[in-house]
């Protein structure tokens, strides 16, 4: 019975070795573009870009101004004369307008329904500058998901090369550790032509290799994690990669006048160039539209109250705390200001200019960036093929020169350059494989391809 608990325990190791995500590299970039909070974040941006074009469109429709207001006025008893009326010689007008008489609670309603007939482009410029500032948002969310795809390649090709030079180490450690053993027990014994100095080599190889060790090692999890959380894994959930070693990707079958010509017409800044100069061009129309008039219509009306006032139906006699009217109308609103409109087209248009020579660096920064990417491609392609057979060749030197030296032939000193060979040309190898395909994430990323 103390060992029921043996069957329930590998169940439970089971089940949690089964819970492990696996993901090849289109899966995480996948998941990364649906968990980024980045993405998310600018997304939420167009979202408020878009509140300017309905804000823009709704000044073409009806607006309501009311004006309530609950207050006091004066009482008034009696009528227009002294002495509450006119007789023939006797019609003599009150005069106790400023004499207390009590006071009375007052209301006054005030309103006003209009609709805009004409704004002589003030609307229609302002819209069109906010669906042109809509398409930037909208940019600035496909730049976002170029960078979270670039962030997951970097994470999971890192850990690849992270995780492929520790085996590596591993494998040659243990080599190293066995020789160090295997030079201990000949000096005990006496029974090679060993020195005290060929175990020392050794042991500076070993601890040499286990600083590489522990620095592959630390950023295999450091890159696993980052992996995690870009994919919303989360940090405390088991992630494998499905690729099993670091390998090159495909070199882009693309010439680099293709390639140049590919990132004018896709990249998302070129996109957001062209509607920020829309934007931009419409901001200054707009400006200027500022200075006409606004043609509206509608209706307009007053209702005022006061209960202890004695109310007069005289049409020529304006009662302000005792009135009602409604009349439809047309109006001419103009806002002028001589000093501020003029200022605000030169920096519409200083804006404006500033916009296009961004656009003409734009159009000469981006040719370079493919090109800066595409060599790098190119040179690191061949440095990838010449780096693999050197790695080759090493670990064929260092397996020799182990066993040369476990057959007697060679000193410990040699043993170490040969490793130190071995592991300087495979890690190398891995930094440059990892270094090449980041840089064809780059150039795919510049010529506008989002992934």
Request: aromatic residues 8%.
């Amino acid at each position: 019975m103390s060992h029921c608990w043996l069957p329930a325990l590998g169940l439970t190791l089971v089940a949690s070795v089964a819970t492990a995500e696996t993901l090849d590299l289109e899966q995480a970039i996948d998941r990364a573009l649906v968990h980024d909070p980045r993405i998310e974040e600018v997304e939420h941006l167009v979202g408020v870009a878009r509140t300017w074009v309905d804000e823009a469109q709704g000044h073409r429709g009806w607006t309501l101004d009311v004006n309530a207001i609950f207050a006091l006025s004066p009482a008034v008893d009696g009528g227009f004369f002294e002495r509450g009326g006119c007789a023939p010689g006797d019609c003599e007008v009150r005069s106790d307008r400023f004499e207390s008489n009590g006071l009375s609670l007052w209301s006054r309603l005030e309103l006003s329904l209009v609709k805009p007939l004409h704004t002589f482009g003030k609307v229609e410029h302002y819209s069109e500058a906010a669906r042109a500032n809509v398409e930037v948002k909208q940019g600035d969310v496909r730049l976002q998901r170029g960078v979270t795809a670039l962030d997951v390649k970097r994470a999971y090709f890192g850990y690849l090369a992270a995780r492929d030079a520790r085996l590596v180490l591993e494998d040659v450690k243990k080599r190293v550790d066995g020789a160090v053993a295997s030079v201990e027990e000949w000096l005990l014994d006496g029974e090679r032509d060993i020195r005290q100095s060929d175990l020392y080599a050794l042991q500076a190889g070993a601890a040499l290799v286990g600083r590489y060790l522990a620095q592959s090692a630390g950023l295999e999890r450091i890159a696993l994690d980052g992996l995690k959380v870009l994919t919303g894994v989360g940090l405390g959930h088991e992630l494998e990669v499905a690729d099993k070693r670091l390998t090159p990707v495909s070199l882009p079958e693309v010439e680099m006048s293709e390639a140049q010509q590919q990132a004018l017409a896709q990249r998302p800044e070129m996109a957001q160039v062209e509607a920020g100069l829309r934007a931009r061009r419409a901001l200054v129309e707009a400006n200027k539209a500022e200075g006409r008039p606004d043609i509206y219509a509608g209706a307009a009306g007053l209702l005022s109250y006061s209960p202890n006032r004695d109310r007069l139906d005289n049409p020529h006699i304006f009662d302000p705390f005792n009135d009602v009217g409604l009349t439809p109308l047309v109006g001419l609103r103009w806002d002028w200001n001589a000093g501020v409109r003029p200022a605000r087209i030169a920096r519409a248009q200083a804006e404006l200019e500033a916009l296009l020579a961004k656009s003409s660096l734009a159009r000469q920064g981006i040719p370079f960036q493919v090109a800066e990417q595409y060599h790098q491609v190119q040179a690191h392609y061949e440095a990838v093929a010449e780096l693999e057979n050197a790695s080759r060749a090493s670990r064929r030197w260092m397996i020799a020169g182990f066993a040369d030296f476990e057959a007697g032939m060679e000193k410990g000193d040699k043993v170490i350059t040969a490793l130190q060979g071995y592991v300087f040309a495979h890690t190398d190898y891995l930094q440059t494989v990892f270094g090449y395909n980041m840089h064809v994430a780059q150039l795919l990323n510049v010529m506008g391809v989002e992934r």
